[in-house]
C-alpha cells in the first residue's frame, strides 16, 4: 500500500495541470514536484491564484506525460476530487485509487468555523497564528499546499487518533455524506427534514452527486 499527499495547480478552473506535487504519507519524504506545458495559453485568473507564467512552463513537458507511481493505492489532498479531475486530463487511471478528502473531514470534524479552506482551518486550528503564517504564505503552490496537507493531518490524527490511509479514507467517506442540503432553494435544511416531493424530484436528477444520494436513501424512505 503506497498513499501520497497530492496537489495540482491547473491553467485555468478545470483546466489541465501546469504543476502536479506529491509526497509520501505517513513519514517524511521528500516532495516530488513537476512542472508541466497545459498545451493551452495559460488564464489570467488562475494566473492570480498560483502565479505560474506561460514562460515558466514554456519548455516543461507536456501535461499528458504525467503518471503516477504504480503502487499508488491512497491519493489525499484538499477537495481531492479536483485534483483526481485534473489527473484524469493526463490520462491517468485512478478508478482503484481510493481519494480521501481532508476538505470534507475539516468540514465533519469542526463544523464550526466559518471558513475550510486549507488556509483557513489551519490558522483556526494553529497555537501560533504567527507561526502558521509563515507556512500558510506560500499556499496555492502545489508543493506548498502538500506540506500544508501533512500537518492538517497531524490535527485530524490529534483529534481522531486517526492516522492510517484506509482509516482515513472510512473517514473520509462517511464525512462526504451531507447532513444538511448543500445547494437549493433548500440550502442549510437539514436533509432528514427535506420535504417528500422535492427528496424524490432530486433522486430523479441525473448526474446526481453519489454522497447526496446516500444522504437521502440514509434519511428519507424510498
Given at each position: 500500500?503506497?498513499?501520497?499527499?497530492?496537489?495540482?495547480?491547473?491553467?485555468?478552473?478545470?483546466?489541465?495541470?501546469?504543476?502536479?506535487?506529491?509526497?509520501?504519507?505517513?513519514?517524511?519524504?521528500?516532495?516530488?514536484?513537476?512542472?508541466?506545458?497545459?498545451?493551452?495559453?495559460?488564464?489570467?485568473?488562475?494566473?492570480?491564484?498560483?502565479?505560474?507564467?506561460?514562460?515558466?512552463?514554456?519548455?516543461?513537458?507536456?501535461?499528458?506525460?504525467?503518471?503516477?507511481?504504480?503502487?499508488?493505492?491512497?491519493?489525499?489532498?484538499?477537495?481531492?476530487?479536483?485534483?483526481?479531475?485534473?489527473?484524469?486530463?493526463?490520462?491517468?487511471?485512478?478508478?482503484?485509487?481510493?481519494?480521501?478528502?481532508?476538505?470534507?473531514?475539516?468540514?465533519?470534524?469542526?463544523?464550526?468555523?466559518?471558513?475550510?479552506?486549507?488556509?483557513?482551518?489551519?490558522?483556526?486550528?494553529?497555537?501560533?497564528?504567527?507561526?502558521?503564517?509563515?507556512?500558510?504564505?506560500?499556499?496555492?503552490?502545489?508543493?506548498?499546499?502538500?506540506?500544508?496537507?501533512?500537518?492538517?493531518?497531524?490535527?485530524?490524527?490529534?483529534?481522531?487518533?486517526?492516522?492510517?490511509?484506509?482509516?482515513?479514507?472510512?473517514?473520509?467517506?462517511?464525512?462526504?455524506?451531507?447532513?444538511?442540503?448543500?445547494?437549493?432553494?433548500?440550502?442549510?435544511?437539514?436533509?432528514?427534514?427535506?420535504?417528500?416531493?422535492?427528496?424524490?424530484?432530486?433522486?430523479?436528477?441525473s448526474p446526481l452527486d453519489p454522497y447526496l444520494l446516500q444522504a437521502l436513501e440514509r434519511h428519507r424512505s424510498p
Open positions: 500500500m503506497s498513499a501520497l499527499i497530492l496537489d495540482t495547480e491547473t491553467h485555468t478552473f478545470n483546466g489541465n495541470p501546469v504543476q502536479i506535487a506529491y509526497l509520501p504519507y505517513p513519514g517524511d519524504g521528500p516532495c516530488v514536484n513537476r512542472f508541466f506545458h497545459p498545451q493551452e495559453p495559460m488564464d489570467p485568473a488562475a494566473m492570480a491564484v498560483h502565479h505560474i507564467l506561460d514562460a515558466d512552463v514554456a519548455d516543461a513537458p507536456p501535461y499528458t506525460t504525467f503518471r503516477l507511481p504504480p503502487d499508488t493505492t491512497h491519493l489525499i489532498g484538499h477537495n481531492i476530487d479536483y485534483d483526481l479531475q485534473a489527473l484524469a486530463r493526463c490520462g491517468q487511471d485512478t478508478s482503484q485509487i481510493k481519494a480521501i478528502c481532508t476538505l470534507a473531514i475539516s468540514r465533519h470534524l469542526w463544523p464550526e468555523l466559518t471558513s475550510h479552506t486549507l488556509s483557513a482551518v489551519l490558522y483556526a486550528l494553529a497555537r501560533d497564528p504567527a507561526k502558521a503564517r509563515e507556512q500558510i504564505r506560500g499556499a496555492h503552490d502545489a508543493s506548498a499546499d502538500v506540506q500544508l496537507v501533512r500537518a492538517l493531518l497531524q490535527f485530524i490524527r490529534r483529534q481522531t487518533g486517526l492516522s492510517d490511509p484506509e482509516d482515513l479514507y472510512t473517514l473520509s467517506e462517511q464525512a462526504r455524506v451531507p447532513e444538511h442540503m448543500p445547494f437549493g432553494k433548500h440550502k442549510g435544511l437539514p436533509i432528514r427534514e427535506l420535504p417528500e416531493d422535492y427528496v424524490q424530484w432530486l433522486k430523479r436528477q
